[in-house]
């Protein structure tokens, strides 16, 4: 649906949004800090209690959620369009769970620690998983949107077994991914945003260099190859971004699931189809989405904290439901 507000003022106010939710996430949460202590605490530290911890726990948190968030709404709109299904994401696809188990074996067999290399082997992960469901859909007798979900799901569930097998053998393993596997933001270090960040940017912007191919690829593979696409390019460099903006956001805080099922639909509401529009809007909205789930999870079952990844799961469950129902309606 064509948005009703005009662009300008449906950019500055998701960036408005964005910035106060980020806010909210500075001060709101087990103890409440007021804007002066956060000022204090970023710009004049001063080594007080309150000080480290808005600097040391709240800002990493401010900048991951929106990082991850806009990276798998990004990844949701590509997903969707290549699918040519509503319901797909990278979580039905099993984009998550490939890019969690490829986290695991890498830290279980090869002994990979260092954060560049979770994410090189998140975004693997996540890469072979985006090829292997696309293969096995098109042998099975072509591109089906069901059949692709289908599939999906189906190797999310292996991924996610093996994984659970996996660190039910490896107890010390267990202990030091457990954290991570939650989906959360809590306790991660600014040094994973660092790291994080160029992969999505990378992503982001590899996206965006295909828009005008991806505008046609919501058409059939005939239309799109009557006005010069090249399919199979395209598609490669579609799966690469989404390995990437998956992967990374996997390595920085765990398999946060259902971010790429829920955004991009407001997105494609709020600025129609075109993807130079719904890519960014989608990037915007998945990251105030994202840091809002972050800072509901902190009150959901105070004063103990919930993962964000159940909130999230909650949600994008809910608009699954009400998809299906419209599909079969």
Known sequence: ???????PAIWVGLVIALLAAMLMS???GFKLYGLDQVWQALFAFDGSETAVVISNLRLPRAVLAPLVGAALAIAG???QTLSRN???SPDTLGLNAGASLAVVVASTAFGVGSLLGLSMSAALGALLTSFLVFAIAAGAGGLSPIRIVLIGVTIAGLGHSIVEMILTTNEAQLQQLLFWLSGSFVDRPMTL????APIVLIGAALALLLHRAL???QADDSTATSLGVPLALVRGGSFVSVALLTGAAVSMA??????????????????????ARQIPAAALLGAIYATLADVAARFIIYPVEAPVGAITAVVGGVVLLVLLKRRAA
């Open 1 to 7: 649906m064509p948005a009703a507000l005009p662009f």
């Open 86 to 88: 509503r319901i797909a």
């Open 254 to 275: 765990g398999p946060v699931t259902f971010v790429g099922l829920v955004v991009p639909h407001a997105a494609r509401r709020l600025v129609g189809l075109r993807h």
């Open 77 to 79: 709109v590509i997903v």
């Open 193 to 196: 945003a660092q790291t994080g």
């Open 215 to 217: 505008d046609a690829l």
């Open 26 to 28: 500075l001060t709101l």
